[in-house]
């Protein structure tokens, strides 16, 4: 086993599936006590469980990220169970693909709760916690999309806009108190939510064929791809990494 995250505590929310699932995996095998936290209670547990197979140490906590008092249970449960919070990964996040004008109230307000205001429920209950510990590093999920729009994806766009904000301001507010917070901003990845994109996208005539990915990233990307930048910025190996958003894109964003 790895060990650059020895002797740390890490809750990834959305650390069920997909990105979040490859990060529950990294993480555990580079020594972190992970927390995966997930609405998703089936494939969460059988997560947990496999890691702990393999001799890593592993929970599942089920949170709904959107809910405080479910952001608070959960922080308490992993701070009972594991110690200190010393990694917290805002990963939990969904999508919703629609023209901008059919686009409801409530599905927007849903999204923003998933995406956004999840972030601020769940570094509101970490923070105190890991500046009593010392300090401590946090990951956000954005994204390509908080900088290069896509049609049918204007709330979704806004709510990464929104998160790739949140972490710089973050990372301003608690560098005293040794707190750094980055976001990890992926391309188009191979998880059920990118592949659900894809395919919606695609039902609404928005080219995202395999041509126009190949031209824009050249491929597909693999969850681990971005589980490993998650893995550098939450490492000590970031130490003066702060307030940065790490593209996970192989170029889509440079052209
Ligand atoms: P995924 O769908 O496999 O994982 C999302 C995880 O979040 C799932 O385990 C799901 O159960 C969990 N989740 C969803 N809503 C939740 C809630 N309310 N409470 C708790 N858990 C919840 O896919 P993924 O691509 O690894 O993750 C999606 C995240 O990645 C989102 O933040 C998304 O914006 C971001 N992202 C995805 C892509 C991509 O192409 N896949 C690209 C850029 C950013």
């Not at 001799?55 to 701070?79: H, L, M, P, R």
């Not at 890991?130 to 300090?135: D, K, L, N």
Request: proline share 2%; net charge negative; aromatic share 6%.
């Amino acid at each position: 086993m790895a060990n650059r995250l020895n002797n740390k505590v890490a809750l990834i929310s959305g650390g069920a599936t997909g990105m979040g699932g490859a990060s529950s995996r990294l993480f555990a095998a580079e020594g972190a006590a992970v927390a995966i936290v997930d609405i998703n209670a089936e494939t969460g547990n059988a997560l947990a469980a496999e890691i702990t197979k393999s001799g890593g140490n592993a929970i599942f906590v089920k949170c709904d990220v959107s809910k405080a008092s479910d952001v608070e249970a959960a922080v308490a449960a992993v701070q009972k169970q594991l110690g200190a919070i010393t990694v917290l990964f805002n990963h939990a996040g969904t999508i919703i693909i629609k023209p901008f004008l059919e686009t409801s109230e409530a599905e927007w307000d849903r999204l923003t709760d998933i995406n956004v205001k999840s972030m601020y429920l769940m570094t509101r209950a970490v923070l105190p916690q890991m500046i009593a510990a010392g300090g401590g590093s946090i990951v956000c999920t954005s994204s390509i999309s908080a900088v290069a729009a896509t049609p049918m994806e204007v709330a979704y766009n806004t709510t990464k806009g929104a998160c790739h904000m949140f972490a710089r301001a973050i990372a301003v507010e608690f560098r005293d108190r040794n707190i750094r917070c980055n976001a990890v901003c992926p391309g188009f990845v191979k998880t059920p939510h990118g592949l659900r994109e894809v395919k919606e996208l695609q039902a609404h005539g928005v080219d995202v064929s395999e041509a126009a990915l190949a031209a824009q990233q050249g491929r597909i990307c693999e969850p681990e791809e971005v589980a490993r930048a998650a893995l550098f910025l939450a490492s000590d190996e970031a130490s003066f990494v702060n307030g940065t958003h790490l593209f996970v894109d192989n170029g889509f964003t440079a052209i």
